[in-house]
């Protein structure tokens, strides 16, 4: 088994890295390939080769190394892919601008078929919420005017259950005045 050497994780600020300058940080790893093979994407992208790299060690510590890694200008102008201008417009026929007019009139008027209809959708909504507060509130009042009308007729039949047991009672009462007198009476009639 062949033993590893020592790499380098390069990490490259995302959108710094340019062919006329850069500056980019390397920390230690194990690696099986030697630290500038870390750079062969950049061969491939055009942008700069090993020999436009300058490694300058920075800082060796017994936890790893620190490197500084400066891509210079390169020698050769690399020519890009994109062109500097803009391409021009064709010439546009009439019946194009006009079939461009139309299919715009066309999302116009869609778009606004389309707010119309979220609208009514919404006036919907709020016509169906009204309605059922409307009924919730109804429902309420009817529920409270039936159990006001229960505890009603429930102390009304307590006050009338009160007033016959007084009335009961007063009778009863009266019963045994009415038998106390005749008694009384039936004795000074025996006396007499």
Avoid at 101 to 122: F, G, M, Q
Avoid at 125 to 143: G, I
Avoid at 166 to 175: G, I, L, Q, R, Y
Wanted: charged fraction near 40%; proline fraction near 4%; include cysteine.
């Amino acid at each position: 088994m062949q033993e590893a050497e020592l790499g380098y994780d390069i990490i490259l600020p995302c959108g710094t890295l340019t062919k006329e300058l850069g500056a980019v940080t390397a920390f230690p790893c194990e690696r099986r390939a030697s630290p500038l093979r870390h750079f062969d994407y950049l061969q491939s992208s055009k942008m700069a080769t090993p020999i436009d790299i300058e490694v300058k060690e920075l800082d060796k510590r017994a936890s790893g190394q620190a490197f500084e890694v400066i891509l210079n200008p390169s020698s050769q102008e690399v020519k890009g892919d994109f062109p500097l201008s803009t391409p021009k417009k064709k010439d546009l026929s009439l019946e194009e601008i006009q079939r461009k007019l139309e299919a715009a009139e066309e999302r116009r008027k869609s778009h606004e078929a389309e707010v119309l209809k979220h609208l009514a959708d919404k006036r919907e909504h709020e016509k169906e919420v009204q309605q059922k507060a409307m009924e919730e509130s109804s429902n309420f009042s009817k529920m409270a005017e039936e159990k006001l009308n229960q505890k009603m007729e429930a102390n009304k039949e307590n006050r009338t259950a009160r007033m016959q047991a007084m009335n009961d009672k007063f009778k009863e009462k009266d019963k045994k005045l009415e038998e106390v007198r005749r008694n009384k009476e039936n004795k000074d009639e025996e006396e007499n």
